[in-house]
């Protein structure tokens, strides 16, 4: 491993640097999702560290390591949130100058949170990629320091301790599976998890549409780009020093889709009553994306961040209750009469559905001239159940349709 960026004595010297500085998270058994997934899984609470992300270790090990001169001048990076926030927050603490690009759509929790901590915030661009060009240009006329969120040396050894934790208070984990963007995290847990315990298998976990590692793994090209959950490892552009290590030490990655993404982000909600954000559920997603590969393994998963917006978090809490019929949309097209509308909530009453929404439509061309459609949203205990009243409605010549989304299917 000596080729390599770092070593496992750049990890250790970094627990060293972190002392006092980020907090040493819990490993817990998540008896829940081990019922789950068939294999015995432990979470990694990264979203308990003070701006709820990892990567505060590697911004402390990375601002430890500067000049008197680099601290007067002050640093600058480019993040979609978590790197940012990290960097700000101990960079006000160190008393150093901090300066943050952000893509233009990161989220709004993000932006305000960087901005709280005390830095300059400037939104450039849609991807990171554009917004490290205005990093470039900052650099060039304001000599900021460079404190790159995952291609850094120093920032991938402060990652790597991660993993000196886990295997310090779970020896028996055989394999870790962790989110992978730029490859800072996953490089510098391999790293550490390899020289500690060579047979462990580190597994990267990578959004489908941002499969930068997939493609340079593998000579593929498949598309990048578009609207992710998981927006904290939506890079085009995979590390210089992480891929090496990546290519060497790491199984992979599991490609996952943006429905799998949301399922492991309410799987924590629900299951763990945890804040996991789109990337800090990847881990978990993979393993519900191929639960085969790891049955009967003994995982641990690093939720590395748990920054996800309230309204977001609450539109796929609704989505999956939808997925696992939960709730259920319907449409009732019948005859426009006194009373028709109240003799179907009371059907749905007998039937233990509760109505969440109700809406008519009587000017749809699909419509007879003196017909209603009704659209109906009920909550239910299950898919069993949303099938006992679906027939039941059929049963009563109701003849109703199953909704979705996109309208009725």
Do not use: W
């Amino acid at each position: 491993m000596g080729a390599f960026a770092i070593t496992i004595t750049d990890v250790n010297a970094a627990q060293a640097a972190l002392a006092g500085h980020v907090i040493r998270t819990p490993l817990v058994r998540a008896q829940r999702l081990s019922e789950l997934t068939g294999a015995e899984i432990f979470v990694k609470y990264e979203n308990m560290q003070a701006t709820a992300s990892f990567k505060e270790r590697g911004a402390v090990n990375r601002l430890a390591m500067l000049m008197p001169d680099e601290r007067a001048r002050g640093v600058i990076a480019m993040s979609a949130g978590n790197h940012a926030q990290a960097l700000a927050y101990h960079a006000r603490r160190m008393g150093i100058p901090a300066t943050i690009v952000m893509p233009e759509p990161t989220p709004v929790v993000k932006v305000e949170n960087t901005r709280a901590h005390g830095a300059r915030v400037v939104l450039h661009g849609e991807t990171l990629a554009e917004s490290q060009d205005k990093v470039a240009d900052i650099i060039a006329s304001e000599g900021l320091v460079l404190v790159h969120p995952y291609d850094d040396a120093a920032v991938m050894a402060g990652q790597g301790t991660i993993a000196l934790e886990m295997l310090a208070d779970e020896p028996t984990i055989d394999t870790m599976v962790v989110p992978m963007g730029g490859g800072g995290l996953i490089s510098g847990m391999a790293v550490a998890a390899k020289a500690l315990k060579p047979s462990l298998r580190v597994i990267g976990a990578e959004a489908a549409l941002y499969p930068s590692f997939h493609n340079a793994l593998h000579g593929a090209n498949l598309p990048i780009g578009g609207p992710t959950l998981a927006e904290g490892i939506a890079v085009k552009n995979v590390g210089t020093l992480t891929l090496p290590i990546v290519r060497a030490l790491v199984e992979g990655p599991v490609l996952l889709s943006e429905a799998i993404l949301e399922r492991a982000v309410n799987a924590f909600a629900t299951l763990q009553h945890t804040m996991a954000e789109g990337a800090g559920a990847a881990g978990l997603a993979a393993i519900l994306a191929e639960p085969e590969r790891f049955r009967g393994r003994t995982v641990g998963l690093v939720l590395c961040g748990g920054n996800i917006d309230a309204r977001l978090l609450a539109a796929i809490m609704v989505r999956e209750l939808e997925r696992n019929d939960r709730i259920l949309s319907l449409r009732i097209t019948t005859a426009d009469r006194p009373g028709i509308l109240g003799q179907i909530a009371s059907r749905l009453g007998q039937l233990k559905a509760n109505i969440l929404e109700v809406s008519h439509g009587r000017l749809l061309l699909d419509v007879p001239a003196k017909g209603v459609s009704i659209d109906i949203t009920v909550e239910t205990r299950g898919g069993v159940h949303a099938e006992e009243i679906m027939a039941a409605l059929r049963a009563d010549g109701l003849e109703p349709q199953r909704r979705d989304p996109r309208g009725v299917a």
